[in-house]
């Protein structure tokens, strides 16, 4: 069993930054791939990005490439998502999530969610 803490998040204006952090109180490295989903008022949940055992295979969903970037440090089994750029379009919940299958898998059905952590852009 996983349990995953996400913090970060807040209230930021357009073009602005933050940083997400989730907390895996299990050991994830060499375990689990981990991602990030978010879901905004009235929509389904969807896939941000995701990032391998060794952080070395990023994946991320068009609309953050390029703007968002994933990484992890195993030592403190903590997964990062930093933010730049942020459009009031991000406004969501933004969920950590952790498999230990594959990417693929990952994207589509992780075994373990976070409790998620509110993202509000302000035009």
């Known amino acids: 069993q996983v349990q995953l803490v996400e913090s970060g998040g807040g209230l930021v204006q357009a073009g602005g930054s933050l940083r997400l952090s989730c907390a895996a109180s299990a050991r994830t490295s060499s375990s689990y791939l981990m991602g990030w989903f978010r879901q905004a008022p009235g929509k389904e949940r969807e896939f941000v990005a995701a990032t391998s055992w060794s952080g070395g295979v990023t994946d991320y969903s068009d609309s953050v490439k390029g703007r968002f970037t994933m990484s992890r440090d195993n030592a403190k089994n903590t997964v990062y998502l930093q933010m730049n750029s942020l459009k009031p379009e991000d406004t969501a919940i933004y969920y950590c999530?952790?498999?230990?299958?594959?990417?693929?898998?990952?994207?589509?059905?992780?075994?373990?969610w976070g409790q998620g952590t509110q993202v509000t852009v302000s035009s």
């Open positions: 999530a952790a498999d230990p299958r594959s990417i693929s898998r990952l994207r589509v059905a992780p075994n373990y």
